[in-house]
């Protein structure tokens, strides 16, 4: 199969689901994109905004603003029933900076989340964003506030934007090496395997972190295959998976195994 004939397939795989899709896949080496489907299209982002969260908290701490060491406080209104961390009689004084963006990243802990952004403010992160070049890209709200989400404002991005966070990161292009090593450890370790992963049975490293709301499943990422790295980024929104159902995963699995066995396979 060479280039043409897999994105034929990954949009004919995407337009035949019922939900609306985009796709982003650039082989790293190369830099040229395996395929491109919608993919500056702007969705809700659920969790993989905490992506450009980690990345602007890091460059404060480079800029010397914040500390990883600092101790970061919650408050009752960031706090989330979600929490499998700062749970009753657990830790509910907070941590430093480090172990919130442990936790945010890791296990997508949504209280953890919320004094991020507390912390750091819409308008840095947003600014962050601008920074970057993100142009879809937009932080509006707290994790599961709906007050906010009835009212309009949302946390939004793209696979495009996804895309060009993750490549900066994995090209060295920002952050210094001790905070990069930081942002690629925590991205590594996401505990979060069924979509992207879903189908794939090889021990491969992958920085990613997805996320999912009702109707919303998105998830984007690199994936260090040994002389062929590369980065895959699928979003599915208004389609028929509520809040942990299984179908938009499937789709992005089998998206994702389609473009890892063409990778694997492709020679250097």
């Known amino acids: 199969m060479d280039n043409f004939a897999l994105a034929k397939r990954l949009r004919e795989i995407l337009d035949e689901f019922p939900a609306q899709s985009s796709l982003h896949a650039v082989d790293l080496c190369s830099g040229e994109a395996i395929a491109s489907i919608r993919a500056g299209a702007q969705a809700t982002s659920a969790s993989t905004i905490k992506v450009p969260i980690l990345l602007c908290a890091l460059t404060e701490v480079e800029a010397g603003r914040l500390s990883l060491s600092q101790h970061i406080a919650i408050s009752p209104e960031d706090f989330r029933e979600d929490t499998e961390v700062f749970e009753p009689e657990y830790r509910q004084d907070g941590c430093s900076l480090w172990e919130m963006l442990y936790w945010m990243i890791v296990e997508s802990d949504n209280t953890a ?115 062929r790295p590369y980065f895959l980024g699928v979003f599915t929104w208004d389609g028929p998976a509520m809040d942990g159902q299984p179908q938009q995963k499937r789709l992005i699995g089998r998206v994702s195994r389609l473009v890892y066995d063409f990778m694997k396979e492709k020679r250097p």
């Open 113 to 227: 989340t919320n004094a991020v952004i507390s912390t750091l403010g819409y308008g840095r992160i947003n600014d962050y964003c601008a920074e970057m070049g993100l142009e879809k890209t937009v932080c509006q709200r707290k994790m599961l506030d709906w007050t906010a989400m009835r009212e309009g404002r949302d946390n939004r991005t793209s696979a495009l934007d996804q895309y060009r966070l993750y490549s900066l990161l994995y090209r060295g292009k920002i952050l210094n090496a001790e905070l990069r090593a930081v942002a690629a450890d925590f991205l590594s370790r996401c505990r979060s395997f069924g979509s992207l992963q879903r189908y794939i049975p090889d021990a491969v490293t992958v920085w990613h972190k997805p996320g999912g709301l009702d109707h919303v499943t998105h998830d984007a990422g690199v994936f260090l295959l040994e002389n």
